[in-house]
């Protein structure tokens, strides 16, 4: 009766580790080197904290700009398929807000499509550049 009920528990605990171990697509680190932005990401847990900035505790993820403070912080995601997520997110003076979509192509290329509200802009040599609509991002391993 023993053996039988480690080999259950044995099983158990392989089946759950082989289930986190599926369920990585939306917990990652994205970039793009075009306009020097990432996305730190961790849909499932939400336990990402900003760099420097601990006022916003652990969030799902925020985009970040290589270089600079400034970020687009993710303040709710939801995971509606193993490709794709949906996500709103703030500026970090919570002056605009935006609706995105976050596809997943293949296991290293990914997809950031603007929706609804402020178009994403970022610091670039003391002006503001906008993001286009359709962000092509890529999974650092």
Known sequence: MTKIILLALLQLCCTTLFAQEENQTFRA???NNEYDVYLRINFYDQDIEVPGQ???GQLPGFLGKVHNSFC???T???VKNEREAEMQLINDY???????RLFCHND???VLQQ?????IKIPK????QKLPKYLVMKRKK
């Open 29 to 31: 680190y994205l970039y």
């Open 54 to 56: 601990p006022l916003y």
């Open 72 to 74: 687009w912080v993710i």
């Open 76 to 78: 709710s995601c939801k």
């Open 94 to 100: 919570g002056s605009e807000d935006l609706k995105a």
């Open 108 to 110: 290293t290329t990914y």
């Open 115 to 119: 929706m609804s509200g402020s178009t």
């Open 125 to 128: 040599n003391g002006k503001w």
